[in-house]
């Protein structure tokens, strides 16, 4: 039986602009904003973002794709963005937002009356899979700007991201499983937040 994924309780923790910035797409514009679509590429009007337009299912907030001739919701955003399904992008939303304390650019989004989604026994709890995350990694010009070569960084594990943007370190447990992912971006470490326990292969990881 598939799990229950409450789309609408996860919709309201973040904006269309709020995962706009995380998924670091920096679109432009007032009623509509654009930029280049970070899996199709294109120019800076390929992704189109429009946060007062309502989806079919009655959220506020759409975007469409060019280049691809694809749009949907802000969950669908995700979805496309990070070549992933609309289950496990609404569990990622969900990791990254879900009670975590905001930084000084990202406000923090309260929820309504309804019940908390940690309250319903039917909700999965979110999940991020490491291992898949680095398998995304690849060797890019950033890398060797840090001064590894090609050779060290696939020893090392070490690869840019080409959603995400820029370069990650994984850090791994003595019994192989991961510890952390520290990213690297504009000359700036990004630290995480929380160190992974050794659980096994799908842990929860948060925005650095």
Request: net charge neutral.
């Amino acid at each position: 039986m598939p799990k229950f994924i409450p789309f609408e309780e996860i919709e309201a923790l973040a904006d269309i602009e709020q995962l706009a910035q995380m998924l670091d797409l920096k679109p432009k514009g007032s009623t509509t904003k654009r930029c280049a679509c970070p899996v199709h590429g294109g120019d800076e009007r390929t992704l189109c973002i429009s946060p007062g337009v309502r989806s079919r299912r009655g959220s506020l907030g759409v975007f469409y794709c060019q280049k691809a001739q694809e749009g949907g919701d802000r969950i669908s955003l995700v979805a496309h963005c990070m070549e992933m399904g609309q289950q496990e992008a609404a569990l990622f939303i969900q990791s990254q937002f879900d009670g975590e304390t905001s930084n000084s650019d990202i406000r923090t989004v309260h929820r309504t009356s309804s019940p908390s989604i940690t309250d319903r026994a039917s909700a999965p709890q979110p999940t991020f899979d490491p291992e898949k995350f680095a398998a995304r990694l690849v060797w890019h010009e950033e890398v060797a700007k840090l001064g590894l070569t090609e050779e060290d960084a696939k020893r090392m594990g070490v690869g840019f991201h080409p959603q995400q943007k820029h370069v990650f370190f994984p850090i791994k447990n003595p019994d192989g499983s991961f510890s952390a992912l520290i990213g690297v971006k504009d000359g700036r470490v990004r630290m995480p937040p929380q160190w992974l326990a050794s659980q096994g292969n799908v842990v929860k990881l948060r925005r650095a």
